[in-house]
């Protein structure tokens, strides 16, 4: 069965400061990856995807994340975080269910990036 | 324009009764899903859609009950609630049912989510 895990439960980051968030799955086919974020009380938005191609993912909001199959990870960064920022990140991977043709999200159980000023 | 919008936001309600919670999407989707927010924020699947069809079921119980009147609309009723039903419970709607089915991906879609507090 697929599985993602997010090694930090808490970040902690200065603004202005770099930031990497970790991920790593476990999936026996192509792994289709994404990133979601969410703010407090709010709902999930897609930071970006992968899903072929270059390893080198971009998305909204200054947001890359790169894909190593070699390590099953797909690490989120950003090179320079603000407080808007500070919000609860959510690394999944896209897999089977039901036996097949049926597609979900299976999530890390998220990481919390707290920005210090 | 909300693409996929979910109501009610917020919902308090005892133990015992039974709730409901719609969802929409205009996004003109095939798919639609339910996830539940736990209160360690783990995020889960629960049921899936495709026009009108359901094809996920995870493991939930039989309290949950999921209805698609059309593929735009998937609302989700609860019976007998419990206080372990206490959680956020996202819609999502997403093009296709299958991540493989198209040749540059498919991505899942979420609402803003509804808060159910269980007393």
């Known amino acids: 069965a697929q599985s993602v895990t997010q090694p930090d439960i808490h970040i902690t980051v200065s603004e202005g400061a770099s930031l990497e968030l970790r991920c790593n799955y476990s999936?026996?086919?192509?792994?289709?990856l994404f990133w979601y974020v969410q703010s407090p009380g709010q709902g999930l938005q897609l930071l970006l995807k992968y899903f072929s191609g270059d390893t080198l993912v971009q998305g909204i909001k200054g947001f890359e994340a790169e894909f190593k199959r070699s390590q099953s990870s797909f690490n989120l960064r950003k090179p320079s975080v603000h407080w808007s920022d500070a919000a609860e990140y959510f690394c999944?991977?896209?897999?089977?269910?039901?036996?097949?043709?049926?597609?979900?999200?299976?999530f890390g159980k998220g990481t919390h990036l707290i920005i210090q000023p | 324009d909300t693409a996929v919008s979910q109501t009610p936001k917020y919902l308090v309600t005892q133990m015992g009764n039974d709730k409901s919670i719609k969802c929409e999407q205009n996004?003109?989707?095939?798919?639609m899903y339910w996830y539940k927010q736990d209160s360690k924020k783990f995020l889960k699947i629960m049921f899936s859609y495709n026009n009108k069809e359901l094809i996920i079921n995870e493991t939930v119980p039989n309290r949950f009950s999921p209805k698609s009147p059309d593929k735009a609309h998937l609302n989700l009723h609860i019976n007998s609630l419990e206080l372990g039903d206490s959680a956020v419970y996202f819609c999502?709607?997403?093009?296709?049912?299958?991540?493989?089915?198209?040749?540059?991906?498919?991505?899942?879609?979420f609402g803003e989510g509804s808060w159910l507090t269980v007393v």
């Open positions: 996004l003109g989707h095939d798919t």
């Open positions: 999944a991977v896209g897999a089977s269910y039901s036996g097949g043709g049926a597609d979900g999200l299976t």
């Open positions: 999936y026996g086919a192509t792994p289709y």
């Open positions: 999502a709607s997403s093009p296709r049912p299958g991540f493989t089915y198209l040749g540059h991906g498919n991505t899942i879609y």
